[in-house]
Structures are given as structure tokens and as C-alpha cells.
């Protein structure tokens, strides 16, 4: 079946890799990538990109109807660290991006909708070992509200309005070609870039804080297997769990220095340890495996081998 696409923050670190892959899935004449600004030129000259505002019903709605899309991505949002600091703002832009593409999909100017939710939708009173997909959920964060809230309502309008929905839980989420901004687990990120430009990396969380995590490549491959699985194997309109790895930032820093002989760590916790201390620790992601075939491929020695191959690739063009 032939789609038409559109990539709702298609400048950020998730939406850069989803325009990539849909573009070489459907070609670039079926995917629009989308995004307040052109903040990442890479996304903006590999197909077509036009300027949406997310908060803004009627920009969304006119670039639907101008490309006839019957599918959104919508993958805007302000992540745990920056609502924080912005907690009124988070809340706008995460809820209203969402109210906006789900009354789209009500209306019927789409068919089919992918919103990601968060591991922040836990919050310090859930179970932290192999948090189960059904708990205890009282999120801490403006954040981990937001993703909590919205998968209510992606549950609400599934059951009211029949809207095709579907949603993950994504963990913290590493890749090398976007950088990350905003989030608790971005220094997992960080630190590969840091390993090799400086050879030493001050973490923002302490050395046996574990967070469940994910190489992007994995990630990507997640969310299109959801958005292909026939309507009927999907149990879950609110948000999936999903896991592939755990890890803490004393354990990444020793798989770097497997390849950076030397690398240094140490670590000035701030702010963001709070939030990451009322996150889980590992997922049970069971419920994703059995209805539409989840299997992760990396783990941490195959994730930091690729982040370290395509960064020193990266930093090395760069210097040319
Ligand atoms: C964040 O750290 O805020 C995000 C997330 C886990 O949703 N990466």
C-alpha cells in the first residue's frame, strides 16, 4: 500500500532517522519531513520540508491537505530536562501537538498516527526492576505527565473515535548522526562525542544510576514494526514498553575504554539525577515481543563499537 507521510519534528534526533528511513522505504516523494525551523539541513535538502507548527491546528491541517497525507509521525515534543525548566511551555507544546494530530485523525483527514511516549510516564512509586507494562504510574516530571496524559487520551480516542493510534515507551535513546536535546539520558550521548573529541567526560548523573536504554538503529525498526503490524495484533492503544538494554554510567564508560584506551570519567550529579532516579530500571517488554514481534539486536558492547566507528568517521570528515 502506498503512503504519504508527514515527520512532525523532523529536525530532531528521532525524526532526522525516521525521515532518513522512510524516505528510502516509500521514497521521497511520499515522506515530508516538518518542523518550526530549519534546524537541521541534512533532514531540510534530503526531500521535501515545509515549516509546521506543531501548536497550531491550522499549519498542520494545511500541510495535510496540501500533501494529502494519510499518516503522521508526530515526533515534536520538550523532553524531561528542558520542562523542567519550562514546565507551562512543556505542557503546551506536548499536549497540543497531540490533540491536534489526533482530532486530524478524527475528523478522517489521516488514517494512521505514531506518537511516542516515554519510560518518564513511571515515576518514583512504580516497581524499578523490569517495570511491568501495567502498574503503578505517578510520573514526577512535567514531562512524564505530558506522556501520561497523552496516552490516555490515545487510548480515549482509539476506543471513541476508532482512531488508529500507536505509541512506545521509548528508554533513552543513542545515536550519532542527531544529537539529542533536552533529555535526562542525553549524556549517554554525550559521552561517546565527549570520548573522542576530549578523552574524559563529566557525567551529570552519578556512576550506578541505571536507566533502560536503546540504540537508535533498534529504535527505528521498533516503531515501523508497530506501524505495519495488522490493526488486530495491537492490544495496546495507550503505549508499548519497550527494552532493549540497562546500563549505568560507570558500565558505558568501561565499554568505551575497551576502544578509547585511557578514557576518563568522572561525575558532578545535578538536577537531572532526581529525574532520573524515578525512573525505571529495566522494562518488561513482553507485551511488544508477543503482539507484533519485537527483538532488539543491540546491546551495549555492539552499540558503543558503531557509536565509536561512525563518530570517529564523523569527527575525522569534519577535520578534512
Ligand atoms: C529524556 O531523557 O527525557 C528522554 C526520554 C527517556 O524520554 N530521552
Not at 507548527?53 to 498542520?60: E, G, K, N, P, T
Not at 527483538?295 to 563499537?305: G, N, P, T
Not at 557509536?307 to 577535520?319: D, F, G, N, P
Request: aromatic letters at 12%; a negative charge.
Amino acid at each position: 500500500m502506498s503512503h504519504k507521510i508527514l515527520i512532525i519534528g523532523a529536525c530532531g534526533q528521532i525524526g532526522s532517522e525516521l525521515t532518513y528511513k522512510l524516505r528510502n522505504l516509500y521514497g521521497k516523494d511520499n515522506v515530508v519531513a516538518s518542523d518550526i525551523g530549519y534546524n537541521n539541513l541534512e533532514v531540510v535538502n534530503s526531500g521535501i520540508f515545509e515549516i509546521v507548527d506543531a501548536q497550531d491546528y491550522a499549519s498542520v491541517l494545511t500541510c495535510v491537505e496540501k500533501h494529502k497525507i494519510d499518516t503522521i509521525y508526530l515526533m515534536a515534543a520538550m523532553l524531561s530536562a528542558t520542562g523542567e525548566k519550562y514546565p507551562m511551555k512543556a505542557w503546551h507544546l506536548n499536549m497540543d501537538s497531540l490533540f491536534h494530530v489526533l482530532n486530524l485523525a478524527k475528523a478522517k483527514y489521516v488514517k494512521k498516527v505514531f506518537w511516542p511516549s516515554s519510560i518518564a510516564v513511571f515515576g518514583p512509586t512504580t516497581p524499578k526492576e523490569n517495570t511491568p507494562q501495567h502498574t503503578v504510574m505517578e510520573p514526577s516530571t512535567v514531562y512524564g505527565i505530558t506522556k501520561q496524559v497523552g496516552e490516555r487520551w490515545c487510548e480515549y480516542y482509539f476506543e471513541k473515535y476508532g482512531v488508529d493510534v500507536r505509541s512506545i515507551r521509548y528508554p533513552g535513546i543513542i545515536s550519532w548522526k542527531t544529537l539529542p536535546g533536552g533529555g535526562t539520558t542525553d549524556y549517554a550521548v554525550e559521552i561517546y562525542h565527549k570520548a573522542i573529541t576530549d578523552g574524559t567526560y563529566e557525567s551529570f548523573l552519578s556512576e550506578n544510576t541505571e536507566l533502560p536504554m536503546m540504540f537508535m538503529d533498534d529504535a527505528i525498526d521498533a516503531t515501523l514494526q508497530l506501524m505495519d503490524a495488522p490493526a488486530e495484533n495491537i492490544t495496546i492503544r495507550s503505549s508499548y514498553n519497550l527494552g532493549a538494554m540497562s546500563f549505568t554510567p560507570k558500565e558505558i564508560a568501561q565499554t568505551i575504554e575497551k576502544h578509547i584506551p585511557g578514557f576518563n570519567i568522572t561525575y558532578n550529579p545535578d538536577y537531572r539525577q532526581n529525574i532520573a532516579d524515578s525512573w525505571p530500571k529495566s522494562i518488561d517488554d513482553s507485551c511488544a515481543r508477543n503482539d507484533w514481534g519485537w527483538r532488539h539486536r543491540f546491546d551495549l558492547d555492539k552499540m558503543s563499537a558503531e557509536m565509536i566507528l561512525q563518530l570517529q568517521k564523523k569527527y575525522a570528515s569534519e577535520k578534512k
